[in-house]
């Protein structure tokens, strides 16, 4: 069992940048896929960008692609989400969460391939 618990989301500028943190529980953190999503106020749930066990592979929302960059410290227990060049769509809660799913680049992009999630951390983007 993985307790995930993000940080780092907050006010921001169109433009500007964020990295929110995800800190995970556990001494089993390396075996898990883990994933970021975001749900903005009205919206369903979407997909934002996901990373192997490893690191060695990672997957991206067309959204977030060449803005977005996914990565892990497993020594830290740790998954980030660098997001630069934000924009006011961009103005979601982000999750992150933890998949044992055996990494496929497809099924990482489904909220149901996950079975550990955190709480969430807001970010919100001014124009």
């Known amino acids: 069992q993985v307790q995930l618990v993000e940080s780092g989301g907050g006010l921001v500028q169109a433009g500007g940048s964020l990295r929110l943190s995800c800190a995970a529980s556990?001494?089993?953190?390396?075996?898990?896929?883990m994933g970021w999503f975001r749900q903005a106020p009205g919206k369903e749930r979407e997909f934002v960008a996901a990373i192997s066990s490893s690191g060695g592979s990672t997957v991206y929302a067309d959204s977030g692609k060449g803005r977005f960059t996914i990565s892990r410290d497993n020594a830290k227990n740790t998954v980030y989400l660098q997001m630069n060049n934000l924009k006011p769509e961009d103005t979601a809660v982000y999750s992150c969460?933890?998949?044992?799913?055996?990494?496929?680049?497809?099924?990482?992009?489904?909220?149901?391939?996950?079975?550990?999630w955190g709480q969430g951390t807001q970010v919100t983007v001014s124009s």
């Open positions: 556990g001494r089993t953190f390396s075996r898990y896929a």
């Open positions: 969460a933890a998949s044992l799913t055996v990494y496929d680049t497809v099924v990482v992009t489904r909220a149901v391939a996950y079975g550990y």
